[in-house]
């Protein structure tokens, strides 16, 4: 069946600019979450959404920060005004539930010049 | 969330058992122990996770102490396809993943 999938695979863009990253999760998992890893660096959680509850925005860096999930299936994560530290491999799960196996997309590489 | 102890590295002979170990000696009651691994450049794909008993699935074996504070992940007949970095997460749900350990598997 279809994985996680995450729109684009690549994405370059000047420092200042705002970047839109989008993530399709496997139909019917509920529970989805961001992720980012930079260069060297372990993962990062960044936001988990479940169902129709709050997200869990513990993990985001900054307020330039910020994800929705629509209708409980796509989900975008946003950054304002990139800086050359937001560049990394951003990466989305999704699970049955929270406490279930997360299935990745392949992720986003993000670099800002 | 608890931190996890790895070795660096480690080699494995192609069709033999890989037994990779993990301390967790700061586990919480509520946290489970997952398995993950990440090949070069890909997403990082499941392997098995448990909470206090032994799990198997078609993937490997997930031997965790009667303590919790420790655990082993075996991969029972290792293929070449099977080198990659492998992470031990103790956590409910946010997984964070430090340096793991890179397994080897050699003809």
């Known amino acids: 069946g279809a994985g996680v999938s995450q729109s684009p695979s690549n994405k370059v863009t000047e420092k200042g600019k705002d970047v839109e990253l989008r993530c399709d999760p496997i139909s019917g998992h509920t529970a989805l979450y961001w992720y980012r890893q930079s260069l060297g660096q372990g993962l990062e959680f960044l936001i988990y959404?479940?169902?129709?509850?709050?997200?869990?925005k513990s993990g985001l860096p900054s307020d330039r920060f910020s994800a929705e999930r629509t209708g409980g299936s796509v989900s975008t994560l946003t950054i304002q005004r990139t800086q050359q530290e937001d560049s990394a491999v951003y990466l989305c799960a999704s699970s049955l539930n929270r406490v279930r196996e997360q299935y990745f997309g392949p992720g986003t590489r993000l670099t800002v010049t | 969330d608890a931190k996890t102890t790895q070795p660096t590295s480690m080699d494995c002979a192609e069709g033999r058992a890989a037994n990779l170990p993990c301390n967790h000696s700061t586990i919480s009651g509520n946290e489970y122990v997952y398995w993950y691994r990440q090949i070069h450049s890909q997403g990082p794909q499941y392997i098995i996770h448990g909470l206090k008993n032994n799990e198997t699935n078609e993937m490997a074996s997930l031997i965790i102490t009667e303590d919790r504070k420790s655990s082993t992940l075996i991969l029972p007949h290792a293929t070449l396809r099977d080198t990659a970095v492998y992470y031990c997460i103790v956590s409910d749900y946010k997984l964070s993943f430090g340096a793991g350990t890179t397994v080897t598997v050699r003809a």
């Open positions: 959404f479940q169902g129709n509850s709050a997200p869990d």
